[in-house]
């Protein structure tokens, strides 16, 4: 007679160890805080990944704990190649460092739990498994899609719950002997079977467990025997996660809301092994509104989904972070203003205090975080981190901002940190787009848009402005008082026809304003309708430079 092991090991005839020997090798952590960051290496990070990361790290690091990368390559079709190398640039980037993981070079692993690597752990997935045959809680199955599209069809059409579970499953009631004989079958098919677990659940069972975030929580338990491994040997996210955090031992599993749902299921695969399952955290979704509807943000249809959005478009690392912090923890925002030398690591994050139900993803909000984070800020850090950003995506505005650093700060720091601080930088590109024009070069080339802003204006007459010019750079003083300087510029430019104010616009019939030839000013200097303070501009351009850039009326 065939006995549950002799299929155990026909299935598994390599695999001699059980979970215990496993157990062993990779012992109880003596740090009793640990979690991890599983992403997948598709070539794309969810914006929600990074939140879910920063999360885990944080809660481990603020009680010193481990925090371990692990890579979800399981799904093999969708691997992007260097993805792995991306995550972890990413993480180093967003500041979140990781305690053990394959992060040396080549991928190499770092810690006492590895690898670290899912493809590379088939074996500890085959112990689990051949355990649980060998116990009769999994079995082969070899339906194929159209069996199951079959069922499926039935259910519907009799109004039964979908899933493979009970007499749906055309193996899960086979004896061993049965069994043995598939196996041995010459069809090649045969050989082509998945494992499923043989769930304990029913349709009429609930189950109740604890979340940290959430609380109780009671669901219809699970029923359906799910795949564990699949037929090219690699194991199912569910069976994966039961393996691998178990081994790693971690304490604290922070993941999506979207794995809530599979609790149940995890639960019942935790005590099929014998184990005791970790904690559980499940996160906030994270919402956008479209057209008045929350719904989820999608890979597909919101370039904001990916995180490498934010870094094409300007965004400061620090303000992801701290934006999505705002998003899950409704007092972030009050500590910071309470304590606004205090950065988004002083605070403390409470897995209990989150935001449970869902977050709402607003980019004009998070401009606005952001716009507070870099005009917090000190100039020297603005310097240095916008030389960062400006070197990987505008490598000769970096070089320029490096051949005068001191220009640069001076130009950058413009009105920072004064009473009437414009507030000027949301994003980097903010910072590029108004830092150009103060480079002589990089002027050269944006002279070409002047004209086109000139026209139709009164600036763009030449000989006027030509002869204001002549006179202008004559009396033009910058260590003058700012009163002063405006003061003499309304004077010189009544005489070419500019309204000093309003009420000499009304009264004298005067035909253009002091704004008019402020725009004059702006854009002959700066080629840009909108730049800081026109007189602050002058000072850090330096008097040889306006005047070159002023005698300049024809370019
Ligand atoms: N690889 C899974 C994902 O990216 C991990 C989920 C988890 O944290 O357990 O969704």
């Known amino acids: 007679m065939i006995t549950r092991n002799d299929i155990a090991d026909m299935i598994f005839p390599d695999v001699k160890e059980t979970i215990a020997d496993l157990e062993k090798k990779f012992p109880e952590r003596t740090n009793p805080i640990s979690s991890r960051f599983a992403p997948s290496p598709t070539g794309f990070l969810h914006i929600g990944a990074i939140f879910a990361s920063f999360t885990a790290w944080k809660f481990c690091s603020q009680n010193n704990g481990i925090f371990v990368l692990r890579i979800e390559d399981t799904d093999q079709k969708r691997e992007v190649a260097g993805s792995i190398n991306e995550i972890i640039e990413l993480l180093k980037t967003f500041n979140i460092p990781i305690t053990e993981g394959p992060i040396w070079e080549n991928n190499a692993n ?5 690898p670290y690597i899912q493809s590379q752990r088939k074996y500890f997935y085959q112990v689990f498994a051949k355990q649980l045959i060998s116990e009769w809680k999994a079995y082969p199955c070899r339906m194929t899609e159209e069996e199951i599209d079959e069922v499926r069809k039935q259910q519907e059409k009799t109004k039964k719950t979908p899933g493979i579970y009970g007499n749906y499953s055309k193996r899960r009631n086979m004896s061993a002997d049965e069994i ?44 359906n025997d799910i795949v564990l491994l699949k037929t090219d040997g690699l194991p199912t996210y569910h069976l994966a996660h039961i393996v691998d955090d178990h081994l790693m031992r971690m304490s604290h599993i922070i993941r999506a809301e979207e794995r809530m749902p599979s609790v149940p299921l995890h639960l019942q695969l935790f005590a099929a092994c014998g184990l005791t399952p970790p904690k559980y955290c499940h996160l906030a979704q994270i919402l956008k509104l479209d057209e008045g509807k929350k719904r989820k943000l999608s890979k597909r249809k919101d370039p904001e989904a990916n995180v490498a959005y934010f870094f094409e478009n300007g965004y400061a690392v620090q303000w992801i972070l701290e934006y999505l912090i705002n998003l899950i923890d409704s007092k972030f925002e009050d500590r910071q203003k309470a304590n606004p030398e205090k950065t988004y690591l002083d605070f403390e994050i409470k897995l209990e205090d989150m935001n449970k139900a869902w977050a709402l993803f607003d980019l004009v909000k998070l401009q606005s975080v952001n716009n507070g984070y ?44 004064t009473p009437k601080d414009p507030k000027r930088f949301s994003t980097y590109a903010d910072i590029e787009n108004q830092l150009r024009f103060f480079y002589d070069s990089e002027r050269e080339k944006m ?25 202008y750079i004559q009396v033009l003083d910058l260590s003058m008082p700012v009163e002063d300087w405006f003061n003499q510029l309304k004077e010189i430019g009544k005489k070419y026809g500019f309204a000093g104010n309003n009420a000499e616009f009304k009264e004298w ?42 005698n300049g009326v024809n370019s």
């Open 110 to 114: 770092v810690g006492d739990y590895w």
């Open 509 to 550: 019939g005067y035909i253009w304003k002091i704004g008019d030839l402020a725009m004059f000013l702006r854009l002959q200097l700066c080629c840009a309708t909108q730049t800081p303070d026109l007189f602050s501009v002058m000072q850090v351009m330096g008097k040889e430079r306006v005047v070159k850039r002023m």
């Open 374 to 417: 870099l005009s917090r800020i000190s100039t020297d850090e603005l310097y240095e981190q916008s030389l960062t950003r400006a070197k990987k995506y505008r490598p000769e505005l970096a070089k320029l901002m490096e051949s005068d650093v001191v220009y640069t700060k001076a130009a950058l720091n413009i009105e920072r940190h």
């Open 180 to 223: 043995q004989k598939k196996l041995m079958s010459s069809d090649e098919d045969a050989k082509q079977f998945v494992i499923r677990f043989r769930s304990p659940g029913d349709l009429t069972k609930r189950v109740v467990f604890e979340d940290i975030l959430r609380g109780k929580i009671e669901m219809m338990d699970n029923y």
């Open 447 to 471: 002279s070409g848009n002047v004209e086109a802003l000139k026209s139709g204006n009164v600036i763009a007459d030449k000989e006027l402005m030509k002869k204001f010019v002549a006179e």
